[in-house]
């Protein structure tokens, strides 16, 4: 099946730093990627959907302005944590549409002392 | 909002089949069904998704009921790697008319040897 990469898989940052992360379609050109985040024992829980070319679509609730997300090209999408806090700790999944199915990266590890 | 509902965990025997039933009565005509796995702190897995017709593939069978209110993905011959939380999703479009899936809190399925 198709893969789906992220990198950094973990991330250590200090309070108030900002981290970006990477998604990237590797076999497959995907015009629309999107990002999550879970906690501990929870379910996914969508942030965004970010569409190449245009501004990402945020749920409610997502701050727009903490989680900016870019989507330059049919294989890049990032997601930068801005003024990043220990609360922001958690587990972020990208993942990329198909033709009928969304592939899923590994997951990035963010936790924020 | 979740639109299925899950048993929060199952057991099942090493080469025994695992039947695995989620509800989703609240589904549109339109929505489909889909079914992911996540093994701990990786990225969902897709295992197969449908409409209104049974549907098999290499992994797994998916059973919908002919009111399409719920049904039941089979893992055949489970195995230990077959351990992890499997999710019953229904994919519904967001404002902006991208695919969205929403996720609810999975079953946790332990297959014993």
């Known amino acids: 099946g198709a893969v789906v990469s992220q990198h950094p898989s973990w991330v250590i940052c200090k309070s108030g730093t900002s981290v970006k992360i990477e998604c990237r379609s590797l076999d497959f050109q995907a015009t629309t990627m999107f990002w999550y985040r879970q906690f501990p024992k929870q379910s996914l829980m969508l942030m965004a959907t970010s569409n190449e070319g245009s501004k990402a679509t945020y749920e409610q609730g997502v701050e727009k302005d903490k989680f900016l997300i870019n989507h330059a090209s049919l294989t890049l999408s990032t997601l930068t944590v801005t003024s990043a806090h220990p609360e922001d700790s958690s587990f972020y999944i990208c993942s990329a549409t198909g033709v009928r199915e969304q592939f899923f990266g590994p997951g990035t590890r963010l936790t924020v002392l | 909002d979740a639109k299925t509902t899950q048993p929060p965990s199952m057991d099942c025997a090493e080469g025994r089949a695992a039947n695995l039933p989620c509800n989703h009565s609240t589904i549109s005509g339109n929505e489909y069904v889909y079914w992911y796995r996540q093994i701990h702190s990786q990225g969902p897995q897709y295992i197969i998704h449908?409409?209104?017709?049974?549907e098999t593939n290499e992994m797994a069978s998916l059973i919908i009921t002919e009111d399409r209110k719920s049904s039941t993905l089979i893992l055949p011959h489970a195995t230990l790697r077959d351990t992890a939380v499997y999710y019953c999703?229904?994919?519904?479009?967001?404002?902006?008319?991208?695919?969205?899936?929403?996720w609810g809190l999975g079953t946790s399925l332990a297959v014993n040897p």
């Open positions: 999703i229904v994919r519904v479009y967001n404002a902006g008319n991208n695919r969205k899936l929403i």
């Open positions: 449908g409409l209104k017709n049974n």
